[in-house]
């Protein structure tokens, strides 16, 4: 569920990170470090380049702080991520719309790869009020992380009216951090982590993927709908390829059901993912997802992870050399079927609007053939997209495995993309998290064609993937 205003409390922090936070050790001996890794401080110039000549801050906001709007604020606030139906045209109305007042804030990463799937260059770049030019993120190369960042939870509020600066760390110990930087939430790419929790799960036996799950929720909740039966198997599919909210409950609450939740958070912290977590989810319905943090780094780490490349892939800030074993071969291949199938297309690649004046193409991706009509148009549970994609099909570049996610406040996508064959040569992740949701659009967004799925969001985001894959593209 989701709110305008989300408050974050110190009850949020997971305990569990306390051990392994702090100063990192230093780099581990060449030997354990994945091959052939560098600094890249050229990748990162190029992305913090790439994230300003976007202008992001060139976007009208439709529920801007002002006390005199705050019923207009609540309003159009709260209404849960759904993806199968489109929002009320009032949500989309833009009587009260003003220039937004700040910069916003942007966290965008990128782990470039080698044919093995290792980690060959990184670069991690930041934008805020407080670094409206952009700052790029120093990453240690043997752990694929960095100390150098103090983050905070977000607050819609705190945003609007504290100059973008958050007052609730995520991870204690980074009071001297020199770049302070309020976490965008990360909306439906949490669902990453749910996933992983449930694959972990499977791994070790405590999950069969295979049993129907019978969810019966004892509190009621918007987001997460009635009671249902289903397969885990089909409900861990339907919430990767369709976000489907309902799925997603279920498996949140399975996991309550397992008393799991605290242990798949402490499993972040020991594979070096601190900043990835979900506290404070609802056990009685598997909903209230607010309590869910998540930086680009961490993120892409996890997709590395669950990309699987050869040898040791990272090492712990606590000495632990991280594989594609921490996750079984099955469960990768599963996990990475769904990303392949994402039926959503419409954030950093934009190939459901294929052809569209607006948005611009994005990533130049291949859409999955699941949900591709015999008329070339896209079909997404309740979801229709009106355009034929066979022509930025035939002009496809890549593959792109991926996550989107998007509510009122946020806009975010996290993914694989891999070359076709006989195009040019590109191999990695890419993950963006931005405040940049529903709420914000672009001064030129055209009205959208009558019964078809809206574009929620600012192009900004296909301009910058497209940009992304450009600098990839010529490494």
């Given at each position: 569920?989701?709110?305008?205003?989300?408050?974050?409390?110190?009850?949020?922090?997971?305990?569990?990170?306390?051990?392994?936070?702090?100063?990192?050790?230093?780099?581990?001996?060449?030997?354990?470090?994945?091959?052939?890794?560098?600094?890249?401080?050229?990748?990162?110039?190029?992305?913090?380049?790439?994230?300003?000549?976007?202008?992001?801050?060139?976007?009208?906001?439709?529920?801007?702080?002002?006390?005199?709007?705050?019923?207009?604020?609540?309003?159009?606030?709260?209404?849960?991520?759904?993806?199968?139906?489109?929002?009320?045209?009032?949500?989309?109305?833009?009587?009260?719309?003003?220039?937004?007042?700040?910069?916003?804030?942007?966290?965008?990463?990128?782990?470039?790869?080698?044919?093995?799937?290792?980690?060959?260059?990184?670069?991690?770049?930041?934008?805020?009020?407080?670094?409206?030019?952009?700052?790029?993120?120093?990453?240690?190369?043997?752990?694929?992380?960095?100390?150098?960042?103090?983050?905070?939870?977000?607050?819609?509020?705190?945003?609007?009216?504290?100059?973008?600066?958050?007052?609730?760390?995520?991870?204690?110990?980074?009071?001297?951090?020199?770049?302070?930087?309020?976490?965008?939430?990360?909306?439906?790419?949490?669902?990453?982590?749910?996933?992983?929790?449930?694959?972990?799960?499977?791994?070790?036996?405590?999950?069969?993927?295979?049993?129907?799950?019978?969810?019966?929720?004892?509190?009621?909740?918007?987001?997460?709908?009635?009671?249902?039966?289903?397969?885990?198997?089909?409900?861990?599919?339907?919430?990767?390829?369709?976000?489907?909210?309902?799925?997603?409950?279920?498996?949140?609450?399975?996991?309550?059901?397992?008393?799991?939740?605290?242990?798949?958070?402490?499993?972040?912290?020991?594979?070096?993912?601190?900043?990835?977590?979900?506290?404070?989810?609802?056990?009685?319905?598997?909903?209230?997802?607010?309590?869910?943090?998540?930086?680009?780094?961490?993120?892409?780490?996890?997709?590395?992870?669950?990309?699987?490349?050869?040898?040791?892939?990272?090492?712990?800030?606590?000495?632990?050399?991280?594989t594609r074993a921490e996750l079984s071969e099955t469960s990768r291949a599963l996990f990475l079927k769904a990303l392949a199938e994402q039926g959503h297309n419409e954030m950093l690649s934009?190939?459901?609007?294929?052809?569209?004046?607006?948005?611009?193409?994005?990533?130049?991706?291949?859409?999955?053939?699941?949900?591709?009509?015999?008329?070339?148009?896209?079909?997404?549970?309740?979801?229709?997209?009106?355009?034929?994609?066979?022509?930025?099909?035939?002009?496809?570049?890549?593959?792109?495995?991926?996550?989107?996610?998007?509510?009122?406040?946020?806009?975010?996508?996290?993914?694989?993309?891999?070359?076709?064959?006989?195009?040019?040569?590109?191999?990695?992740?890419?993950?963006?998290?931005?405040?940049?949701?529903?709420?914000?659009?672009?001064?030129?967004?055209?009205?959208?064609?009558?019964?078809?799925?809206?574009?929620?969001?600012?192009?900004?985001?296909?301009?910058?993937?497209?940009?992304?894959?450009?600098?990839?593209?010529?490494r």
């Open positions: 569920m989701v709110t305008k205003n989300r408050m974050w409390g110190a009850a949020l922090a997971v305990t569990a990170s306390a051990a392994l936070v702090g100063a990192l050790v230093p780099p581990a001996t060449a030997s354990a470090q994945p091959p052939g890794l560098a600094e890249s401080p050229s990748l990162a110039e190029s992305l913090r380049a790439a994230v300003v000549a976007q202008d992001f801050k060139d976007v009208i906001d439709l529920t801007p702080p002002d006390p005199a709007l705050a019923g207009l604020r609540a309003a159009r606030s709260g209404a849960p991520e759904k993806y199968d139906s489109a929002p009320p045209a009032a949500r989309l109305a833009a009587a009260a719309a003003r220039p937004i007042h700040q910069q916003p804030n942007v966290d965008l990463a990128v782990i470039e790869l080698d044919d093995q799937g290792r980690p060959t260059a990184v670069g991690d770049v930041l934008m805020s009020p407080q670094h409206p030019n952009g700052v790029t993120v120093p990453v240690r190369k043997s752990s694929l992380s960095t100390d150098q960042v103090r983050y905070r939870w977000w607050d819609d509020t705190e945003w609007d009216v504290n100059g973008g600066q958050g007052t609730v760390d995520v991870l204690p110990g980074r009071e001297s951090a020199p770049i302070d930087f309020s976490s965008p939430y990360p909306a439906s790419v949490l669902k990453l982590m749910v996933g992983f929790g449930v694959l972990r799960l499977a791994d070790e036996g405590r999950i069969d993927l295979d049993a129907v799950y019978d969810y019966q929720p004892t509190v009621p909740n918007a987001t997460c709908g009635g009671a249902f039966s289903a397969v885990i198997r089909s409900n861990f599919d339907q919430m990767i390829t369709k976000s489907q909210n309902e799925s997603t409950c279920a498996l949140i609450k399975l996991l309550h059901d397992l008393g799991a939740w605290d242990e798949v958070n402490a499993e972040f912290v020991e594979l070096g993912l601190p900043t990835l977590m979900v506290t404070g989810t609802n056990p009685a319905n598997g909903g209230r997802w607010i309590g869910s943090n998540m930086s680009s780094l961490d993120t892409a780490k996890l997709l590395l992870l669950i990309n699987g490349g050869q040898g040791a892939l990272w090492t712990t800030p606590a000495g632990k050399a991280i934009t190939t459901n609007w294929c052809g569209r004046a607006y948005p611009v193409q994005g990533i130049p991706q291949l859409t999955p053939q699941r949900w591709v009509e015999a008329d070339g148009t896209v079909t997404v549970g309740g979801a229709v997209y009106d355009r034929d994609v066979r022509p930025c099909d035939a002009a496809a570049e890549v593959g792109f495995s991926h996550k989107t996610g998007w509510v009122d406040t946020t806009g975010s996508d996290a993914g694989i993309v891999k070359s076709l064959p006989g195009k040019d040569k590109r191999n990695y992740i890419v993950v963006i998290f931005s405040n940049l949701g529903t709420d914000y659009v672009d001064a030129n967004r055209p009205a959208d064609p009558p019964g078809v799925f809206p574009v929620l969001y600012t192009q900004k985001y296909a301009k910058l993937g497209k940009a992304v894959d450009a600098i990839m593209a010529a």
